[in-house]
Nanobody
């Protein structure tokens, strides 16, 4: 059973940076593409970033491109989301997701088989 545990969320001010981590266990992390999604209060969950199994291919939503960076360390079974120049509009619960053995990246929720419980990020103005 794959387990994903996010950490690193918190309360920051606009312009600050945060790094989220997602530790995976119980699966084949190194063979799976991984993604980050977020859900703001009162809104549907949306795609943020994705990374291929070896880290060579990444994809970002337009709203975070140039500010966020996704990376992974397969030796540590961990995927990261470095978030810079945070804005109040980035306030959300952030979820990491595992493509369950599929190595190609995707921005679609239904392509991901496993999800973490989320970590909350609040950006004040």
């Amino acid at each position: 059973q794959v387990q994903l545990v996010e950490s690193g969320g918190g309360l920051v001010q606009a312009g600050d940076s945060l790094r989220l981590s997602c530790a995976a266990s119980g699966g084949t992390f190194s063979t799976s593409a991984m993604g980050w999604f977020r859900q703001a209060p009162g809104k549907e969950r949306e795609f943020v970033a994705a990374i291929s199994r070896n880290g060579g291919i990444t994809q970002y939503s337009d709203s975070v491109k140039g500010r966020f960076a996704i990376s992974r360390d397969n030796a540590k079974n961990t995927v990261y989301l470095q978030m810079n120049s945070l804005k109040p509009g980035d306030t959300a619960v952030y979820y990491c997701a595992d493509r369950a053995g599929h190595w190609t990246i995707s921005s679609l929720e239904y392509d991901y088989g496993y999800w973490g419980q989320g970590t909350k990020v609040t950006v004040s103005s």
